[in-house]
Each structure stands twice: as C-alpha cells, then as structure tokens.
C-alpha cells in the first residue's frame, strides 16, 4: 500500500493561517509489511528520525496508540522547513496509515479534525486532504472550510538554499493589530478569497500581494523576494508571495507568462531551485 500527499502553499497572501492550496510535489509512504519495530527508511537527511520519533509514526500512534509496528519507506520531493507544507504532508499521510492500518474508517473531516489539532492551523493540512484550493478556519475547537477550484495558472516556486523555521518567521510579527488595521487587513483577504473564488486572478493577485497581515514583516527575512517580485511584475504575473511561513517565494502567472518569467528569476542568478509547479486535485490518495 502506498499513500501519496501533496505539498501545499499556504496563506497566498492575505489568507493567514486559513488559505492554502494543494501543489505538485509529492510525499509517497509505502508500507512494506509489519515489523518488530518501527522502521522508516528514507533519503531525507540525518535528522529524520527513521524510527517511532518519526513525525509520520508519532502521529500515527496518535490516531491509534495499539497500532503495530511497520516497516516502511518514506519518498518526498517537498522539501523541508521551505514554505511548502512538508510537516503537514507528513502528518497527513500518519493520519491516513493509522487509518488503513487500523481501518478506522475515518471521514475527510475526521481526518482534518485530527490534523487540524496537531498542526494548530488548518491552511497546509486542509489541501493536503482535499487537494484544490481550501478555506478554512479553526477557532475555539471548531473546523469549517470550503474546498474550490483553483483558477488556471502557473505556480513558479523559487525554493532558496536555505530552511527558515516556521517558529522564527513567526517570531517576526507584531502580538497585536489596531482595530482599523485589523479591519482592512481583513477586506483585503476577503476580495482575495473572492477573487479567487470567481476565477478573477488580476483582482485576486492585488489583494495577495496587498496583505497586511504577515508579508511585510516577513520579507525582509527573504532577500530574493524583492528581486523576484519586481521581474515577475514586469513580465505579466498575477502576483507574487511568501509560500506558508516562507522561505519560498511563489509567483502565480498566466501560462503563457511563465516561460518569461522563469527565464528572468533565472537570470537573476540566485541561489536555489526553481520549479513551475500545478494545482493538485486529488489530496491525499492510496494506491
Ligand atoms: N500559516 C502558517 C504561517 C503556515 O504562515 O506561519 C506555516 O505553518
């Protein structure tokens, strides 16, 4: 059995904590078989834990504390500590093999339920069950989202050299917002939700790169956003914004714009990877 999981951008600009969307690099678990001990093969790096202090397997246990131990093989091209939902993917695919493995039978709401309580915020874990574009809230123990289309575009990611902990980006921002900021930082994400919703990305890439909420704080943590943003705008993006807590930098663009725009994020020489990227619609999956 395998379970695929999508990397997610989350926040899109305004959407704090509460928008995200489902994106085409993928964490594949397979599970091998039943073992003594939990067994996590992987190429992710040393400080994966490959045994039950794996995040995969810590939540798994949470789901299901009788839950046997497994052997299994854990495969992602969404990288770590980037702004692309990489703990969320993993959380998600715990949830689903405790799931399977204990059939469970758990809904997607259940599932969001218990990703929402360990994650804290529901903007990665969401798409990663639902796949598409998901708002969502989580306030005072209570989960409501939507799941939509997201309209037709490209998403280049630049994905930089280095990791930035969710816990330091969120380190930057201020403890409270006036009540007169608080209330356009909020018009501001309810144009870009509609926006979004009704498939109007110039309007919606506007309001994304007006947020008032966590973007000015933290670009200044991201050097190779200014430069990003600026070609990005010359050559015809929607707009362009911190994935999740960053450190990636995603543009989202009209297909036939982005070509151009690789080219030139290209041209600035910077230090990282850069990957067009599509909306997954399927979340997470089995096969
Ligand atoms: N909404 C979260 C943040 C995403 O921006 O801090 C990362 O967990």
Partial sequence: MKITVPATS????????????????????EVLGAAKRWEISHDLGDNVPTDEENLLVKTAL???????????????????????????????????????????????????????????HPDNVAPAIFGNLVVA???????????????????????????????????????????????????????????????QLETAGHAIQSDKFHERYRQQLVKEFSPIKAVSQENGAYATYLSGAGPTIMTIAPRESSQAIVQQITALDLDGELAVLSVDPRGVHLS
């Avoid at 131990?69 to 959380?91: E, H, Y």
């Avoid at 994905?159 to 902990?165: A, V």
């Avoid at 930082?185 to 870009?192: E, H, K, M, P």
Wanted: charged share 20%; proline share 5%.
């Fill in 62 to 120: 949470k789901v299901e504390p009788s839950l046997a131990p497994q052997r299994i093989r854990m495969v992602s091209d969404i990288p770590l500590a980037r702004g692309l939902g990489s703990s969320s993917s993993v959380i998600v695919a715990g949830i689903e093999l405790a799931n399977q493995i204990a059939d469970l039978q758990l809904s997607a709401q259940d599932k969001l339920k218990i990703a929402v309580e360990i994650e804290g």
């Fill in 10 to 29: 989350a926040n899109i600009g305004p959407g704090f904590d509460s928008v995200g969307v489902a994106l085409s690099k993928y964490l594949t678990i």
């Fill in 137 to 199: 809230s989580y306030v005072d123990g209570r989960t409501d989202h939507i799941v939509a289309d997201f309209p037709d575009c490209d998403f280049i990611a630049f994905i930089p050299n280095y990791e930035l902990k969710t816990s330091d980006s969120r380190d930057v921002l201020p403890e409270t917002l006036a009540y007169k900021e608080a209330v356009a930082a909020s018009s501001i994400a309810n144009v870009a939700v509609a926006a979004l919703l009704k498939g």
